[in-house]
């Protein structure tokens, strides 16, 4: 006997505001399966409202009602029973964010959330992470978003530590991050990873998705140092126009991946991790998993 229940989860991001609907899919004496049905993208870049002048301006309040109210609707056509929608760094840091978040609710009908950068790390740890993790290694889980990357240690298959920093890449496009952030970012990572031999990246974020679409690699095979350096180099090469026509980026993603790149290789320098896994999971995964196991 099989049931299938529909589950949705909203992230809404420094860069873009996502809506995955999940199939969950139980069986009885299997393990429950969460199988994507749909996602979808709306580029509304809330992070360079928040972090320039500190509020979500009109323009975008009104792009985020009809993305929500479109959201809505879908979830009625999908026949979703549960959703929940969580606002991270853009929203935690405009001083309008609780007028928003009204606004959304009353034109809308969808509840958001506004989560800190700790519950973040620890939703995006309930995503299907344990698939990917092996008992007997360790591994740097680095989540890049718009306004924050969420970085969390996992050694013998459990989470050590995890911490939030406000260096993103809708802040590194404004100039935003200064040396201190890195410093302290470079810090962390070292301090925390001392202890460990062999880490191993595991990188999330759209960012980090593209670049390993465009290896053409399978999924379970990791992108080396050395490759995505490679790609670096070679990005910072074109213009944005030359990344969008040539490479066929999104006109939000030309101009960020860039920035994206740095996070994850610094993590990769600072860690001695020579290689990193793309498992293509993050917060909308992790919403989904912590809303079926109630640990929201």
Not at 103 to 126: L, P, R, T
Not at 129 to 137: G, R, V
Not at 219 to 246: D, F, G, M, V, W
Request: with cysteine.
């Amino acid at each position: 006997m099989i049931t299938i229940k529909k589950y949705a989860a909203i992230d809404i991001g420094s860069n873009a505001m996502r809506l995955l609907i999940t199939n969950v899919v139980e069986q009885v004496g299997k393990e429950t399966q969460f199988n994507k049905s749909a996602l979808f993208r709306v580029p509304i870049r809330l992070g360079q409202d928040a972090f320039t002048v500190g509020e979500i301006s009109e323009e975008n309040i009104s792009r985020m009602v009809d993305a929500m109210k479109a959201y809505k609707l879908l979830m009625g056509v999908y026949n979703v029973e549960k959703y929940m929608a969580c606002a991270t760094s853009a929203m935690r840091e405009a001083y309008n964010s609780q007028e928003v978040v009204e606004i959304i609710k009353e034109k809308a009908d969808i509840k958001i959330d506004i989560i800190d950068g700790k519950k973040e790390a620890a939703i995006i740890a309930a995503s299907d992470l344990n698939h990917f993790i092996k008992t007997e290694a360790t591994y740097l889980y680095v989540d890049v978003g718009g306004g924050s990357t969420e970085f969390s240690l996992f050694s013998e298959g459990k989470m050590v530590v995890s911490k939030s920093f406000k260096n993103g890449t809708v802040r590194l496009l404004n100039n935003m991050v200064n040396q201190v952030v890195w410093d302290e970012i470079e810090k962390w990572i070292k301090t925390n990873t001392a202890d460990y031999d062999n880490i191993t990246l595991i990188g999330s974020g759209g960012n980090i998705n593209k670049i390993f679409k465009l290896s053409g690699k399978m999924q379970e095979k990791p992108l080396s140092y050395i490759y995505l350096n490679t790609q670096y180099q070679y990005l910072n090469s074109l213009t944005y126009e030359q990344r969008i026509a040539e490479l066929g980026l999104n006109t939000d993603r030309a101009d960020v991946i860039i920035h994206a790149l740095r996070i994850y290789l610094n993590a990769m320098k600072w860690s001695g991790a020579n290689k990193i896994l793309v498992p293509k999971i993050g917060l909308s995964d992790g919403i989904v998993k912590a809303m079926y196991y109630d640990r929201i």
